[in-house]
């Protein structure tokens, strides 16, 4: 024998849970304000055909200016600031250069937590350089767009990708030289 009133009670619990479902507010995708530093957002191909990419970050771009006469090796100190401008914390580096590659180690400390970091990338056209950090310890990624008009300080904004595969987190850098070099 069918038991109705067990049926009509399932159908009454399956509809209560779609109305529940269509009547609640759809999730609210917010996007970070700033800089999207992801490969895709880049659309860099060449570091040679960097200029569009550069004019919209502010850049000094100039097609076809070679940029290997640029030294950026040297000593470099970064703060790192999220995007409602609250510390996270520094990066110190010696970088090396060859032709347009920058490479070099460092430490980044956050608070009284210090991690060994490796860095690597290169200079574009302009004043801009990319670097990619990486810290041992915990394997944070931070991806730098920087900005060094003089070669002796800088500024640009960086994207923090976590191990965890969690959202990245954005952000502002600046910095400079802890050895600023002097041009005669």
Not at 27 to 48: C, K, N, T, Y
Not at 101 to 125: C, D, H, I, P, W
Not at 128 to 149: E, G, K, P, W
């Amino acid at each position: 024998m069918i038991n109705w009133r067990n049926i009509l009670l399932m159908l009454a619990a399956i509809a209560c849970i779609m109305i529940g479902a269509l009547a609640a507010p759809s999730p609210r995708v917010i996007v970070p304000a700033g800089m999207d530093l992801s490969l895709d957002g880049m659309q860099i191909s060449d570091p040679e055909h960097t200029a569009e990419y550069l004019e919209k970050m502010g850049g000094t771009a100039q097609p076809g200016l070679q940029t290997y006469g640029r030294n950026l090796a040297g000593n470099w100190s970064f703060e790192l600031r999220n995007m409602k401008s609250l510390p996270i914390g520094d990066i110190e580096l010696r970088l090396y250069q060859s032709e347009a590659a920058l490479f070099g180690t460092g430490v980044f400390k956050q608070g009284l937590n210090r991690q060994m970091a490796t860095a690597e990338g290169s200079l574009l056209e302009g004043n801009a350089m990319i670097l990619n950090i990486v810290s041992q310890d915990s394997v944070f990624l931070y991806r730098m767009t920087l900005n060094s008009a003089d070669g002796n300080s800088t500024s640009g904004a960086f994207t923090l990708y976590l191990p965890t595969g969690e959202a990245p987190v954005k952000g502002t850098i600046f910095g400079g030289r802890s050895d600023a070099r002097r041009i005669s």
